[in-house]
């Protein structure tokens, strides 16, 4: 590829694989945090990506970086039903029985995002991995409690 830069999509963000000049090296920027862009008029000289694939680099580049962790939840719902709520990236429910089902994987996003996508899928479950997931989903369950305890109608 002989393009000065190229946008990249994980799914959720959006990412700039480009050339920096000062560093002299390819970088990787989140779109989402680049502000106040600006033309320099400056000219580039065509560069060959180091893996050959945007997209590839941007892996690797992010694998470097991103601590994972590894997640267990059971669900008191069918496997079909929490699979109909999630992202496939996340992984896929394995049914313990016809109500019930089991989520395992591996996520490098924040533990708070994923305690609030569990949440978001309006079906009772219990987070069985890591304890940090639990501390997050019991400190958000209170925090819901509390909001709703001054709702106007509350009961």
Not at 8 to 20: K, N, Q
Not at 28 to 35: H, S
Not at 54 to 69: H, K, N, V
């Amino acid at each position: 590829m002989t393009e000065p830069y190229r946008l990249v999509s994980t799914g959720r963000r959006w990412y700039l694989v480009a050339y920096d000049l000062d560093r002299e090296d390819w970088r990787t920027f989140r779109v989402d945090r680049v502000g106040e862009p600006f033309a320099t008029g400056a000219r580039f000289t065509p560069r060959e990506l180091p893996t050959g694939s945007a997209a590839e680099y941007l892996r690797q580049s992010i694998g470097r970086r991103q601590e994972t962790y590894e997640f267990a939840v059971a669900f008191d719902a069918s496997a079909e039903a929490v699979a109909a709520g999630l992202p496939a990236w996340l992984g896929v429910p394995e049914g313990t029985d016809p109500e019930r089902c089991r989520l395992t994987g591996t996520s490098s996003e924040p533990v708070e995002w994923l305690a609030v996508r569990l949440a978001m899928l309006g079906h009772e479950f219990t987070v069985e991995k890591p304890a940090e997931l639990v501390s997050r989903v019991r400190e958000l369950g209170g925090r819901l409690c509390r909001a709703g305890a001054g709702a106007a109608g509350a009961a």
